[in-house]
Structures are given as C-alpha cells and as structure tokens.
C-alpha cells in the first residue's frame, strides 16, 4: 500500500486532529483508523497516546460537576439557620415559605452524583447498598420523630362529605376576605336571593334553579318579581368572569367575607359565572411553550451536528 504524499499527509493530519478536539467517539475512531493505517509507527503512538488522553477526560464534564456542586451547596445553606436574615432581605424568597423545599432543588445534583457513582460495575454495589441504608435510616427517623395528626384526615374527609368544607389560609384568600368570618358548620346553599338593600324585604316569589355547578363554571337561572341580590357560594377571585343575561358585570363592592354579591332585574336572568385564564396564567403558560420550542430546539441542533459529524467520517479518501 503506497504512502500518503504530503499534501494528503496534512490533510489526514488535520482531520485527525479536528476529530480528537471534537472529542465525539465516532468521528475520532474513524480518522484513527485512517491514521493507523498511513501514518509511521512513532506517529500511531503519539496520536493513540492524545487519544486515549483526551477519551478519558470530557471537558464539560468538570464543569457539570462544579455547577452542580455549587447548587447542592446552596439549596443545603439555604436550610440551615444561619441563613435566615436571607429569608428576609432577599425578595421573593418568602414565597419558598418552608426552607425544606430546598431539598427538591438539592435532588437534582444528588440523582447526578448517584448516577456517576454507580456507573462503574465494580463499586455500583457499594454505593446503592450504602444509599437505601442512609435513605431507609432517614425515613424511620422522621416518620418516628415528625409530629403526625392521626385525626386530621378523617376530620377532614367528615367535613368535606357533610358539605362544611375545610378550613383554607390567608395566603390563597383573595384580597379583602378573612375566611374565619365565613359560615363552617351549617351546610350553605350554592346560590341564596337577597334584598336589593339591607333591611329590605327578600322577593317571597322568587326562585332559583343551579342548573350547572362546576370547579371552572357556574350556570343559574334565576326568577324574581322585583329586582334582588344573588349571594354565591363564591369568592370573588379575580379569574371569575360573570356574566347576567349575556352582559359582563362587576361583582358588589366586597364584605367582610369578599363573598361574590350580584345583582339581578326583575323577571327571570340566567346567571354564568367562569373560571378565566388571567395575565399571571397566560404568561405562565408562554414560557412554558418558549422552554419546550427551546429544548426541541436544542436537540434538533443536535441532532443536526451529530448528522454533520457521520457524514464526514470517511471523508479522508486515499487512492492506492
């Protein structure tokens, strides 16, 4: 088999390079055989010597692995109680509410770490046996020493099957209700007729028919001699869109209770009050979209490389 001249010599040499620095393990295998075939035998050793250097060691990888370091570090000392003036300088954090919730972020860098650990057969037994041990111990540990309510779930199954609810908090209440002022104990009706007025009589021929009650949409019709008031079992959050008798309207000005008050004409009214997407949902799920068009994105660039990579192997073409 003739030698490669020196033009082609360079050539080959320079792919072979351009594929060790691409660290992609087809593309390098196959310029290396090319290599292995034309080049001398001090050549074959130099070049299976960066070779196998440069197989050994990714690049990115020491990189992942301080990110991820760097994160494990921060979601643990953001748990610890050294870090509360944190809680309450940096904005927005008090959201988190319970620095436990932390350890959803820490169980990213952890799955990595474990993976990488367990990836060589001769100590992956060391470290699963070593990690259900730790995970098993941990699990008795708080199970036995939590604080645990036995009666909370049937007090609240009871509650919920006798139409009384449960008790709700003030950060999920809408703006102007204090939901200890709402009725717990007597099962209330989903749709009540008022006086038009406080101290004013209630219409003795009114009626009202539910004839759809939903979690995202309500629809009562409602009968009425004289103009009323209709009392939901509602709040008024902000999603709520009502309308009377295909008209938009505006809920009364809220109570104590900031339950949703509307008002009704004489004669009979159909009621429909929806659950819409408002501006904090609707951007919400815009990023949502961009991140999943993003990440196809990504792998089709990927993808696109590799394709590029394969169909440059074997491009080194020598003539005998």
Do not use: C
């Not at 009871?158 to 003030?170: L, Y």
């Not at 009202?208 to 409602?222: C, D, G, L, S």
Request: charged share 20%; hydrophobic share 50%; net charge negative.
């Amino acid at each position: 088999m003739e030698r490669l001249n020196a033009q082609d010599y360079d050539a080959a040499i320079a792919k072979f390079q351009e594929a060790l620095s691409a660290r992609n393990g087809k593309f390098a295998d196959a310029h290396f055989q090319m290599a292995m075939a034309y080049f001398d035998s001090d050549r074959i050793a130099e070049a299976t010597k960066e070779y196998d250097a440069a197989a050994d060691q990714n690049p990115e990888e020491p990189k992942m692995w301080r990110v991820l370091l760097l994160l494990a570090a921060a979601a643990t000392l953001m748990m610890l109680k050294s870090t509360a003036i944190l809680w309450d300088v940096l904005p927005k954090l008090r959201f988190v509410q319970f620095p436990w919730r932390w350890m959803s972020i820490l169980a990213m860098p952890f799955a990595w770490f474990l993976a990488a650990a367990t990836s060589r057969p001769r100590y992956r037994w060391i470290w699963v046996s070593m990690t259900i041990a730790v995970l098993a111990a941990t699990g008795i540990f708080f199970v036995r020493n939590t604080w645990w309510d036995a009666d909370d779930v049937p007090t609240l199954q009871f509650t919920i099957a006798h139409g009384q609810g449960f008790e709700g908090t003030d950060e999920y209440d809408p703006v102007g209700d204090d939901h200890y002022n709402l009725p717990t104990k007597i099962p209330q009706p989903r749709a009540v007729i008022l006086s038009v007025r406080e101290g004013l009589p209630v219409p003795d021929a009114a009626r009202v028919f539910v004839e759809r009650w939903t979690a995202e949409e309500k629809i009562i019709r409602v009968v009425s001699p004289e103009p009323a008031r209709l009392a939901l079992r509602l709040l008024n959050y902000p999603a709520w869109k009502i309308q009377v008798n295909d008209s938009t309207i505006s809920p009364e000005q809220p109570t104590d209770t900031n339950q949703m008050m509307l008002p009704i004409p004489s004669g009979q009214s159909t009621i429909r009050v929806r659950f819409t997407r408002t501006l904090d949902r609707a951007l919400g799920l815009l990023l949502s979209l961009l991140s999943a068009l993003l990440a196809v994105a990504l792998l089709a660039v990927a993808h696109f490389h590799s394709s590029v990579d394969n169909a440059n192997v074997g491009e080194i073409s020598v003539q005998p």
